[in-house]
């Protein structure tokens, strides 16, 4: 199946990075390569990478012959390494494009989506931890918890106590298994807002994949990587992500915090860059387009 992905937000990410033909910029989620093209054709220096060993091989076909491209197959969380195996001390910039490819939910086989009957999986970089793991072996209450936190689900623990129930016969092996079990968890009435699984599906993915917990790692260590006037641009697809990135740069453009009823400023904090602008959500034409794009935001961070 060729890796086709509809790059959400395009022109504002390519713009928010402010490209000149002197900068380094490193795509943290090349995936099949839409943003990184863009890229490479506008900066001195550009590094792909993604954990994703199917997005690393149309990286090769599609960027493979620029001589200005460095092709990585490495978890974004690993930046840093990354970077001093290139021997580059700084960037100029950064995207990070988060979620799920159109690619890897429209391969029944990577078991991401909730319409395609798939062996669980869920894996981003194809190894590791599964989705069947996480379904197969985890208590009810670490399920509900993750569902909970992950998914913001309202019946995880009606959801999470059925997964138990249901695996006691056989294991659940496949999406369509799970889905069964979800929509039997939900009441008639709720099934009509969108689809139940789309909550569960998400918490899971981001339990397999440690998201949270590597996007805020990455996000620090970016700012380490980055030069003055360098940016960090980041499309977001749900609330979690979201907060985390936008909490992340508030608290980078934070002055002093001393308690209001000091006279002076004795904390001595200053302002390590500012947010060219709050946020952008997609166009209604591109909404048109591409409706997968409908939950997306892009935050953008300067440093100073």
Known sequence: MEF??????????????????DKIVLDATAGGGG?????????KRLI????????????????????????????????KSILKGLNIEKIDGLLMDLGVSSFQLDTAERGFSFHKDAPLDMRMSKSGMSAYDVVNSYSEQ?????????????????IAKNIVSARQDKPIETTFELVDIIKA????????????????????????????????????????????????????FHSLE?????EKFASWCKGCICPKEFPVCVCG???????????KAPSQAELEENPRARSSRLRVFEKF
Request: proline share 4%; with cysteine.
């Open 4 to 21: 086709n992905h509809k790059s959400v937000l395009f022109d504002e990410s390519i713009n928010a990075l402010d490209l000149t033909a």
């Open 35 to 43: 943003h990184s093209k863009a890229i490479a054709q506008r900066a």
């Open 48 to 79: 792909a990478v993604d954990q994703d060993p199917d997005a690393i091989k149309v990286l090769n076909e599609r960027l493979g012959n620029l001589n200005n491209v460095d092709i990585v197959n490495d978890n974004f969380d690993n930046i």
């Open 142 to 158: 670490q399920l509900a918890d993750i569902l909970f936190r992950y998914g913001e689900e309202k019946f995880s623990r009606r």
């Open 185 to 236: 968890s939900y009441p008639q009435k709720a099934m009509r807002d969108s689809h139940p699984a789309r909550k569960t599906f998400q918490a899971i993915r981001i339990e397999v994949n440690a998201e949270l917990d590597r996007l805020s790692k990455t996000l620090d260590d970016a700012f380490d990587c980055l030069a003055p006037g360098g940016r960090i641009a980041v499309i977001t």
């Open 242 to 246: 979201d907060r985390i990135v936008k």
């Open 269 to 279: 904090n200053k302002p390590k860059g500012k947010l060219p602008f709050k946020s």
